[in-house]
């Protein structure tokens, strides 16, 4: 496969022979694949995933007599955090910690989508071919059978999974973990990310599908002058609740297979729901590891294309974090929204990738390496 998908196959191997060099011994180098598509509870399932990762955890002090450092990236870090919730499962309460200790010195994160990425929304709704020689739509068609394509969903960081017998009186769900969100999540403008994550151009007529669920009534009814789109706005946590794809349930074929598979590995799973913040580990040594200052995705603009799905959608702009932080359309116009400080890796907001800076409160140290071009 490496053929085709090039750097897509050969993730880690710059970081291993640069180890080697620096003079780590390769044997000590065990890497834990898993298979992406699948979500947290399926990679269990499936293949026991993380009840072989705990005995590889465990291998590995018997041998090498000292706890391992863990180097996770992207997906990767959702994967050690599933990890680490299933942990608590099957280690009694009282050892939990002594686990941890005994097993882990420290946690490097490399490019985490902490908070979610953008980009999940794209290839949820629109396609991301990665640069394969493959269609947009072609490519929805093949993420959107992957489990996991959710589990990048971004999210707010004001919303916190509560008590499982609580409904979701917050976000208007009828079933599933509650989530309640804090007073800045309606205090505050696009939950806490830079600006809204879609809008979407609803044909009129077709928008009181999504109110109903929502129970909301609506008696605007279309007068026949003129069929102007309702343009809708979603917030994080309107896309990760499902909000956004009830509201599109009748311009989206698609919409269905999406809430099932969000509801059943996300958010009814019985472990956590994932599309929530991360706490801090209980890891005695964090790491967090991302590049900045690279133009990055953060929120797009779809509209009805006419065609059948997968090709239903059509982007009509996006909007982008730049050097500094500044919010730009794909025009190059400037956009109002809550900018950060700086830009994201690319792929994933700043915004995300720096959430692990909450972990530490002030004491957190901040190291900028400088990246030259070879």
């Known amino acids: 496969p490496g053929y085709i998908t090039g750097p897509l196959s050969s993730v880690w191997?710059?970081?291993?022979?640069w180890s080697v060099e620096f003079g780590i011994d390769a044997n000590n180098i065990w890497a834990?694949?898993?298979?992406?598509?699948?979500?947290?509870?399926?990679?269990?399932?499936?293949?026991?995933?993380?009840?072989?990762?705990?005995l590889t955890f465990e291998t590995a002090l018997k041998l090498r007599r000292g706890p391992a450092l863990v180097f996770a990236h992207s997906m990767g870090?959702?994967?050690?955090?599933?990890?680490?919730?299933?942990?608590?499962?099957?280690?009694?309460?009282?050892?939990?910690?002594?686990?941890?200790?005994?097993?882990i010195y420290a946690y490097i994160s490399v490019g985490s989508p902490f908070?979610?990425?953008?980009?999940?929304?794209?290839?949820?709704?629109?396609?991301?071919?990665?640069?394969?020689?493959?269609?947009?739509?072609?490519?929805?068609?093949?993420?959107?059978?992957?489990?996991?394509?959710?589990?990048?969903?971004?999210?707010?960081?004001?919303?916190?999974?509560?008590?499982?017998?609580?409904r979701k009186l917050v976000t208007g769900?009828?079933?599933?973990?509650?989530?309640?969100?804090?007073?800045?999540?309606?205090?505050?403008?696009?939950?806490?990310?830079?600006?809204?994550?879609?809008?979407?151009?609803?044909?009129?007529?077709?928008?009181?599908?999504?109110?109903?669920?929502?129970?909301?009534?609506?008696?605007?009814?279309?007068?026949?002058?003129?069929?102007?789109?309702v343009q809708r706005s979603f917030s994080?946590?309107?896309?990760?609740?499902?909000t956004l794809f009830q509201e599109i349930g009748d311009l989206d074929t698609d919409s269905k297979r999406v809430l099932y598979q969000l509801h059943k590995f996300y958010l009814n799973n019985p472990l956590f729901n994932a599309l929530t913040p991360w706490d801090r580990p209980p890891i005695k040594n964090i790491f967090c590891v991302y590049g900045v200052n690279l133009r990055t995705e953060v929120g797009y603009h779809f509209a009805p294309s006419?065609?059948?799905?997968?090709?239903?959608?059509?982007?009509?702009?996006?909007?982008?974090?730049?050097?500094?932080?500044?919010?730009?359309?794909?025009?190059?116009?400037?956009?109002?929204?809550?900018?950060?400080?700086?830009?994201g890796d690319s792929t994933i907001p700043y915004h995300s990738l720096s959430w692990c800076k909450t972990w530490l409160g002030p004491r957190v140290n901040v190291t900028r390496a400088p990246q030259f071009d070879p």
């Not at 499962?89 to 939990?96: D, F, G, H, M, V």
């Not at 908070?115 to 999940?120: D, I, M, P, Q, V």
């Not at 702009?317 to 359309?329: A, F, R, V």
């Not at 190059?332 to 809550?338: E, K």
Request: charged share 20%; hydrophobic share 35%.
């Open 13 to 17: 191997r710059d970081w291993v022979h």
């Open 32 to 54: 834990v694949p898993y298979d992406w598509r699948l979500p947290g509870s399926v990679l269990e399932e499936r293949d026991l995933y993380f009840h072989r990762l705990k």
């Open 77 to 103: 870090n959702n994967v050690f955090r599933y990890f680490l919730e299933w942990l608590k499962l099957e280690i009694a309460p009282k050892l939990y910690q002594q686990w941890i200790d005994d097993h």
């Open 115 to 166: 908070l979610g990425a953008a980009e999940a929304l794209k290839a949820t709704l629109s396609g991301i071919t990665f640069g394969l020689p493959i269609l947009e739509g072609t490519s929805r068609l093949m993420c959107n059978t992957f489990g996991s394509s959710l589990w990048m969903l971004p999210f707010s960081s004001n919303c916190h999974a509560i008590g499982k017998g609580w």
């Open 173 to 229: 769900l009828k079933d599933g973990v509650a989530v309640c969100c804090d007073e800045t999540e309606y205090s505050s403008k696009f939950s806490g990310w830079p600006v809204d994550l879609a809008k979407v151009d609803i044909p009129k007529g077709s928008e009181n599908a999504g109110a109903s669920f929502l129970g909301v009534s609506d008696d605007t009814k279309d007068t026949g002058e003129c069929s102007i789109p």
């Open 236 to 242: 994080a946590r309107q896309i990760a609740d499902g």
């Open 306 to 343: 006419g065609k059948p799905y997968p090709n239903n959608w059509i982007i009509m702009d996006i909007i982008y974090e730049t050097e500094g932080g500044n919010l730009q359309s794909r025009s190059g116009a400037s956009v109002d929204g809550n900018p950060s400080t700086t830009s």
